[in-house]
């Protein structure tokens, strides 16, 4: 009788150890999709803000900015669609819409693809010109300080500027170009040599802006 409760009870453990087991081995693969999912979710996620910032600035985004866009764009896409079967129902529908999204953003007309408005440059030549806004009067003998206004004011503006403003800044001293062919002759060659001086300068901060706003794009 005592050897019989004996293992009754060894038999009890046994039973208790061996279901306790075999539920943590049941759990683990639940576990492991959890995991997965959230994973998958969270991706999305991180998606669903990078579209927003896109959507956001498409208004200001270059044609050649375009192609670093769609490599993160893909390699994003691709990550998702490697677990799609982890996102719910609804991120499903959410990741499909946002793709199509997408393709709408590309269809869109880029920043330096939409025509300079004359009224923006009106204002443009009152902001960084001054008194000299009305090019087309500049005198030879004010030239080298027209071109001097122009570029005390994109040092202090270029800050916040979009590759949009760039263009429109770009577009004046183009304008200043030409008014400056018609009086060259009346300049004298320190006039010049500053006049160059200071196209070079222009150049070199937007480029310098340009590549900064690139390195940017890529972290995002």
């Given at each position: 009788?005592?050897?019989?409760?004996?293992?009754?009870?060894?038999?009890?453990?046994?039973?208790?150890?061996?279901?306790?087991?075999?539920?943590?081995?049941?759990?683990?693969?639940?576990?492991?999709?959890?995991?997965?999912?959230?994973?998958?979710?969270?991706?999305?996620?991180?998606?669903?803000?990078?579209?927003?910032?896109?959507?956001d600035?498409?208004?200001?985004?270059?044609?050649?900015?375009?192609?670093?866009?769609?490599?993160?764009?893909?390699?994003?896409?691709?990550?998702?669609?490697?677990?799609?079967?982890?996102?719910?129902?609804?991120?499903?529908?959410?990741?499909?819409?946002?793709?199509?999204?997408?393709?709408?953003?590309?269809?869109?007309?880029?920043?330096d693809?939409?025509?300079?408005?004359?009224?923006?440059?009106?204002?443009?030549?009152?902001?960084?010109?001054?008194?000299?806004?009305?090019?087309?009067n500049?005198?030879?003998?004010?030239?080298?300080?027209?071109?001097?206004?122009?570029?005390?004011?994109?040092?202090?503006?270029?800050?916040?500027?979009?590759?949009?403003?760039?263009?429109?800044?770009?577009?004046?001293?183009?304008?200043?170009?030409?008014?400056?062919?018609?009086?060259?002759?009346?300049?004298?060659?320190?006039?010049?040599?500053?006049?160059?001086?200071?196209?070079?300068?222009?150049?070199?901060?937007?480029?310098?802006?340009?590549?900064?706003?690139?390195?940017?794009?890529?972290?995002?």
């Open positions: 009788m005592q050897k019989g409760k004996i293992l009754g009870l060894i038999l009890g453990f046994t039973a208790t150890f061996t279901s306790a087991g075999w539920a943590q081995e049941v759990e683990k693969p639940v576990a492991a999709k959890e995991t997965q999912e959230s994973s998958a979710e969270q991706d999305l996620r991180s998606f669903k803000e990078w579209m927003k910032v896109q959507s600035k498409i208004s200001t985004t270059t044609r050649a900015e375009w192609p670093t866009i769609k490599s993160d764009f893909a390699r994003q896409a691709n990550k998702i669609e490697n677990s799609f079967q982890g996102l719910s129902e609804t991120s499903k529908r959410d990741f499909l819409e946002l793709k199509t999204r997408f393709q709408e953003l590309e269809s869109k007309p880029m920043a693809e939409v025509p300079l408005q004359a009224e923006e440059v009106r204002l443009r030549e009152k902001e960084l010109l001054g008194s000299f806004g009305n090019v087309q500049i005198s030879a003998i004010h030239m080298r300080e027209a071109y001097i206004r122009f570029m005390q004011n994109v040092r202090v503006k270029r800050q916040n500027w979009t590759s949009r403003d760039w263009d429109y800044a770009d577009y004046i001293l183009q304008n200043l170009g030409k008014r400056k062919a018609a009086v060259e002759e009346k300049l004298s060659t320190l006039d010049e040599i500053k006049i160059r001086t200071l196209i070079g300068e222009f150049h070199t901060l937007r480029s310098g802006q340009e590549f900064k706003e690139q390195q940017k794009a890529k972290k995002q």
